[in-house]
């Protein structure tokens, strides 16, 4: 069974930075295209930014592009989502799952911005 973990958020005033992670069970995530997604109370999932399975450029949201950087680690096993410059409107639950294939959503970190 597939399990995603995401971790790393927490409290960070605007303009900080923060480095979550995702990591999974029952896939190799080094094999996967990974999508970020963010998801506010009764709201869909929000794409925020993706990192192919090999090669090409990672994607991101207009609203991240140029704060956020996706990239992987661990032999490709683990993907970071590296915030800088977070802004109040970044608050909310973020999640990662595979890109092509919706696995079962793990449980989120929570970011939250504010002074």
């Known amino acids: 069974q597939v399990q995603l973990v995401e971790s790393g958020g927490g409290l960070v005033q605007p303009g900080g930075s923060l480095t979550l992670s995702c990591v999974a069970s029952?896939?190799?995530?080094?094999?996967?295209?990974v999508n970020w997604y963010r998801q506010g109370p009764g709201e869909e999932h929000e794409f925020v930014a993706s990192i192919p399975y090999s090669g090409g450029s990672p994607g991101y949201a207009d609203s991240v592009k140029g704060r956020f950087t996706i990239s992987r680690t661990n032999h490709g096993d683990t993907v970071i989502l590296q915030m800088n410059n977070l802004k109040p409107e970044d608050t909310d639950t973020y999640y990662c799952?595979?890109?092509?294939?919706?696995?079962?959503w793990g449980q989120g970190t929570r970011v939250t911005v504010s002074s």
């Open positions: 799952n595979t890109r092509y294939v919706t696995r079962p």
């Open positions: 029952g896939i190799t995530l080094s094999r996967y295209a």
